[in-house]
């Protein structure tokens, strides 16, 4: 573990990294055609693709995984496609169920274990692309699954690369975290915009909660009342346990980086410390950076992140 990443005093603070991050420097969405995959269930998840000019099938694509309730047009996931192409990367974002471009096009939902369904499109992307090299990068809740599927499989075949950023290794922990008072304002955006999602009129979700989302306060709520018994699981703590990665990284054949900040509000990375990590997994721990800031004093490229996720990639 090498600390590489080293703010000024005025960006150490991990609230002002995790919430200036969204909203500094918005980038515009590149040119994307929407990719419809077909799940083994009939439902379809969307992934908006972008593809440099003069890019060749023999060159890299990269699939990105949004965070809990995120999309095609997550800052986070924007910035990063927009990087991709200018190093003649092919980016893809993927929606999960019902999401972003996916809107409508799923009866059920997506959760923070949904390998299976992953591994689905990038068995599909394999297909479409044999000879470009696939890497994925999952943020937050997508490093989750993204770790889950890589301890469950050997992806080698279809995989050069995965790349985790601040995954919750522990769905249980995570979710309480968001019950803070100081996470309180992380807490009200991800319940407002899962509300907003299943309760769309453009949405399909065939599973009825006994009572209105809208009554929900907490992300732990929204999975006992919705996502857990959506997805079979008895309550959200059951969910929580079958599906936190922890329990999966030991398992790790594939090339993997992981990327954490000691001082993110909302995941315990220290959690990683009661694992052996395996020999393909290489561990970046930085002492700042929130969740999914890491904002350097440069107002021309304040992004670290992007950066080191390129060096990684290339």
């Not at 986070?76 to 990087?83: E, F, P, Q």
Request: charged share 20%; with cysteine.
């Amino acid at each position: 573990m090498t600390d590489l990443f080293k703010p000024s005093i005025a960006l150490r603070n991990p609230h002002l990294q995790t919430l200036l991050s969204y909203v500094l420097k918005r980038e515009a969405e590149p040119q994307s055609n929407t990719r419809l995959i077909e799940l083994p269930d009939q439902d379809l998840l969307a992934l908006e693709m972008s593809t440099p000019k003069g890019w060749k099938p023999t060159d890299p694509t990269v699939l990105m995984l949004p965070g809990t309730a995120g999309s095609h047009q997550s800052p986070y996931l924007v910035r990063m496609a927009n990087r991709l192409l200018e190093n003649n990367i092919q980016a893809i974002r993927l929606n999960f169920r019902g999401i972003g471009s996916g809107m409508g096009h799923a009866k059920k939902i997506s959760h923070g274990g949904a390998s299976d369904e992953l591994l689905h499109v990038i068995k599909a992307l394999h297909k479409d692309f044999p000879s470009s090299p696939l890497s994925v990068i999952g943020f937050s809740l997508g490093g989750n699954i993204l770790l889950k599927l890589a301890g469950e499989n050997e992806l080698s075949k279809y995989l050069k690369k995965i790349i985790a950023v601040c995954p919750p290794l522990s769905l249980l922990d995570s979710s309480q975290r968001l019950t803070r008072l100081q996470n309180r304002i992380y807490q009200q955006s991800i319940v407002k915009t899962i509300i907003r999602i299943v309760e769309s009129p453009q949405s399909k979700f065939s599973y009825k909660p006994t009572k209105p989302l809208s009554k929900c306060r907490t992300l732990q709520e929204i999975d006992n009342l919705f996502t857990a018994p959506a997805s079979g699981f008895d309550n959200a703590e059951h969910y929580y346990q079958e599906c936190s990665c922890l329990q999966f990284i030991e398992n790790i054949t594939s090339p993997c980086n992981i990327l954490f900040a000691q001082d993110d509000p909302l995941i315990d990375c220290s959690k990683i410390n009661e694992i052996k990590l395996p020999q393909r997994v290489n561990l970046m721990k930085t002492r700042y950076g929130g969740h999914m800031g890491f904002l350097k004093s440069s107002y021309k490229n304040p992004f670290w992140m992007d950066e080191q996720l390129l060096s990684w990639l290339t």
